[in-house]
């Protein structure tokens, strides 16, 4: 149980990371609302699919495998990236997330080697099912971050800002809640691309590179304000280097290019006319 306070709004609240028990067995909210994200994500696609030139069946067996290869994609990257700090000497917990520890550019890349990987066995094209994943991961990443809310985790350093937040997690100190600022910015992100696909997509694949824009940007400031962030396993001119500022810095830097790239393609659409931007 915690009490959380954010000063600057006058909120109050007790929060328990444990949402109910069956027994000696606990659901705790992070995975609830980890699941809640994945069924929003997949409910978006069912019912948008058609605007985005994709075969909605077919799809969805890109979809389960991906499910799959992004837990195991989640954890493995967060597991490689602090094997020397804690797995290399307590092995029996890499299996065990319950308790958090996994990544979200984990899961990403997990899912993506999944998804694609059964889209070419499906014969669907990448670039469609890319801008539609795209979203769906927003929406994910909108809703999953509060289970670091209920938590009490993935949070930043000391702040007086109107949206700092203290509980007994922070050590009494009101610190950036980074879970809030990226949540928001993911639900603003399925709002703007959700628009852009409906008015403004001119080619396939351009949802996919302002996707790495968009989040790439976010994540990159936004993890410079973590205190629990993952580091490359050496420095780089005598500097610990952040690995998803890393990751972020390379994402907005292909994005923009890709975009530049294509800026007059048009690939596909005179085909889907009759389908989409109605």
Aim: glycine content about 10%.
């Amino acid at each position: 149980m915690y009490h959380v306070q954010f000063p600057g709004l006058g909120i109050e609240l007790d929060i328990n990371r444990v949402a109910f028990s069956i027994g000696s067995f606990h659901i705790y909210w992070y995975g609830i609302l980890i699941a809640l994200g994945l069924l929003l994500a997949l409910l978006y696609a069912y019912f948008n699919a058609r605007h985005f030139d994709v075969d909605r069946n077919k799809l969805f067996d890109c979809v389960i495998v991906g499910i799959i290869t992004s837990i195991i994609g989640a954890r493995a990257y967060y597991v490689i990236f602090r094997w020397g700090e804690y797995y290399s000497t307590h092995p029996a917990e890499i299996i065990d997330i319950r308790d958090g520890g996994i990544a979200i550019y984990g899961a990403i890349i997990g899912a993506l080697i999944g998804g694609l990987t059964m889209a070419k066995i499906r014969k669907q094209k990448f670039l469609p099912i890319l801008d539609i994943t795209m979203i769906g991961f927003l929406i994910g990443q909108a809703v999953g971050r509060w289970g670091n809310f209920f938590n009490q985790e993935a949070f930043g350093v000391k702040t007086d800002t109107l949206f700092r937040m203290v509980s007994e997690n922070t050590g009494g100190v009101a610190v950036h809640p980074c879970f809030l600022y990226e949540s928001v910015w993911c639900a603003l992100g399925v709002l703007f691309l959700h628009i852009f696909n409906r008015k403004f997509q001119k080619y396939h694949g351009q949802i996919f590179y302002l996707y790495l824009i968009w989040y790439g940007a976010e994540r990159m400031v936004v993890e410079g304000l973590r205190t629990d962030s993952l580091y490359l396993p050496f420095q780089i001119a005598g500097y610990d280097i952040r690995v998803s500022q890393v990751l972020s810095l390379v994402l907005v830097i292909v994005g923009i290019i890709l975009l530049i790239v294509n800026r007059r393609k048009n690939d596909g659409m005179r085909h889907r006319k009759t389908l989409r931007f109605k």
